[in-house]
């Protein structure tokens, strides 16, 4: 029998002092995270947020997410056994923040792949409870996709994260080749094919990723939410969504008129489009959760949420 194949390693970018002190990322960092994102689908940049904008917004979003759990209507990610739930970020003007939505060192690597202006069309949180299920290893898009890079998911980690309370379970070069066809429905990728992707390359990858990283990951790329095995602890990380902006998708996120002008400054400051509509009030508690992450007149085949 051949010696088992190791699992991958995920590349790391620690953004600097003078990183900071300059809000730009070098040109070397902006190369190791293109390449990454080429081979891998996936690469983390750490020291990237500051405690003082994560620790307010993990109170409410924690407060708020321990009120969703039972509320009528929230949505659970796959299985409401994997105490997985969906949730809105805040989206009053003090909960918008230019190192969450735009943040310098993770947009110089997103433009890198996706090209100028992409456009932020996803503004929500996956957050785990401490539970024992996990989700099929699954990819995000569920029609027949471009064979390129389209779309990046940003993922903040609020709190320090790794396997005890649930991080994502990463399968790295898989985004190479995937297709529509590899996935059986909600129930994920097709079993052979995760044994010839383990036999092969190696299995899945669980990182740790430290308070106010941010992991970068292809749309592509199979992963899976994992059991948040903690007694109490309520892990949420953010879930920021940019799309190439020759992508021709229609998603909108809902903001209050009252944070029109905020949402504007950080299109401009931070070279982006966001995909924003505008109503005089929005309870992010009630939103529903409606998303199709295709483009034109396709359409997701499933795992979406109609209106």
């Not at 990237?48 to 917004?57: G, R």
């Not at 989206?91 to 310098?104: G, H, K, R």
């Not at 909600?186 to 383990?198: C, D, N, V």
Request: aromatic letters at 8%; proline letters at 7%.
């Amino acid at each position: 029998m051949p010696p088992a194949v190791e699992p991958p390693t995920i590349a790391r970018i620690v953004v600097t002092d003078e990183e900071w002190a300059s809000g730009r990322l070098s040109k070397s960092n902006i190369e190791k995270g293109v390449v990454a994102l080429a081979e891998d689908g996936v690469v983390i940049l750490e020291n990237a947020i500051p405690d003082s904008v994560i620790d307010p917004l993990n109170k409410r979003m924690t407060a708020d997410a321990k009120y969703l759990r039972s509320a009528p209507g929230t949505q659970f990610n796959y299985d409401t056994k994997a105490q997985n739930i969906l949730q809105h970020m805040p989206a009053s003007p003090e909960y918008i923040f230019p190192v969450i939505q735009t943040n310098p060192f993770a947009l110089a690597i997103c433009k890198a792949v996706l090209g100028p202006k992409p456009v932020l069309r996803y503004h929500k949180a996956n957050t785990n409870f401490p539970g024992e299920s996990r989700q099929p290893v699954h990819g995000d898009v569920h029609y027949e996709h471009p064979r390129v890079c389209f779309a990046l998911a940003v993922n903040a980690a609020l709190i320090d994260c790794g396997p005890e309370n649930g991080s994502t379970e990463l399968w790295p070069g898989t985004h190479l080749k995937t297709c529509f066809k590899d996935q059986n429905g909600m129930k994920g990728i097709f079993p052979h094919l995760l044994e010839e992707r383990t036999n092969s390359f190696g299995g899945p990858v669980q990182p740790s990723i430290k308070k106010g990283g941010l992991l970068i990951r292809d749309m592509r790329l199979w992963h899976a939410g994992m059991p948040n095995r903690t007694k109490e602890e309520v892990r949420v990380m953010l879930n920021l969504i940019y799309f190439a902006d020759w992508y021709r998708n229609v998603m909108k996120i809902k903001f209050p008129r009252a944070s029109e002008e905020k949402i504007q400054q950080l299109e401009r400051e931070g070279e982006i489009e966001v995909a924003a509509e505008y109503l005089d009030e929005v309870d992010h508690l009630t939103l529903r959760h409606t998303h199709d992450f295709a483009q034109d007149d396709k359409r997701e085949e499933w795992g979406r949420n109609r209106e």
